[in-house]
């Protein structure tokens, strides 16, 4: 799966999750957008749908979309190659 693909998936799971038709910017800062509650949310949404688990180290590191897409597909690599 593309970065590109996984971009589209997690802005399809934010839209149906947050209930919103608003997109989120690839660098804009998520806690301007999101509250904690929402956060959390898609947090779960996006482990759930990649069958994948944040580690608490991405929770600092995610601080936009495009580091979430880069946090997944470094998830989904590594879980690859167990």
């Known amino acids: 799966m593309t970065a590109e693909q996984i ?3 997690i802005e399809a799971l934010a839209r149906k999750e ?4 608003a997109t989120l910017p690839g660098d804009a800062l998520l806690a301007e957008h ?3 509650i929402r956060r959390l949310s ?3 949404a996006i482990e759930d749908h990649f069958e994948i688990c944040f580690e608490p180290e991405d929770d ?3 601080q936009t979309l495009d580091d979430v ?3 997944v597909t470094a ?3 590594a ?3 167990d």
Do not use: P
């Not at 947050?18 to 038709?21: C, E, G, M, N, Y």
């Open 18 to 21: 947050l209930r919103t038709d």
């Open 60 to 62: 600092e590191a995610a």
């Open 75 to 77: 998830r989904m690599e």
């Open 69 to 71: 897409v880069r946090i």
């Open 42 to 44: 898609l947090v779960v």
């Open 7 to 9: 971009r589209a998936e």
């Open 34 to 36: 999101l509250d904690s």
């Open 79 to 81: 879980a690859d190659h």
